[in-house]
């Protein structure tokens, strides 16, 4: 058995902190992955909207203040629109990974049973009659 002393090591290139930025197809995966944190803050803004229920209806009235707060209602925006993203290169994946029917069929279905559920909820809740 050959010493560690003498082994060849294999070349590693170095790669710079930037290297995702020079091919789009690591541009776009690592935006897909970053959609997770504009999530964090609408988990947290849920969790303390629970939070503040629970500590009365005075408290839940400033979390309602807070989340009319226009800076608060762009970062929702910007959760809805990040949420559309990976859903979108979701449904495009899926297909590549359980192809049962033509992609474009399995992704317009996504799409419908997205919006279905959509509608449902707000209906559920209200919003449309």
């Not at 789009?24 to 609408?42: C, I, K, N, Q, W």
């Not at 803004?45 to 800076?71: D, R, T, V």
């Not at 590549?96 to 997205?114: D, F, H, K, N």
Request: hydrophobic residues 55%; aromatic residues 16%.
């Amino acid at each position: 058995m050959p010493d560690s002393a003498g082994a060849r090591r294999p070349y590693l290139q170095p790669l710079s902190r930037s290297w995702w930025l020079k091919h789009s197809f690591f541009l776009r995966y690592m935006l897909r992955e970053a959609t997770v944190l504009p999530l964090l803050f609408f988990c947290g803004c849920l969790l303390a909207g629970l939070y503040s229920l629970s500590q009365g209806e005075s408290q839940y009235q400033s979390w309602l203040a807070f989340m009319a707060q226009p800076w608060v209602i762009a970062l929702n925006a910007l959760v809805l629109l990040a949420s559309l993203y990976h859903a979108k290169t979701f449904f495009e994946l899926f297909p590549r990974v359980m192809p049962l029917l033509p992609a474009p069929l399995m992704i317009a279905g996504q799409w419908l049973g997205t919006l279905l559920v959509a509608l449902f909820l707000l209906w559920l809740f209200g919003a449309i009659g």
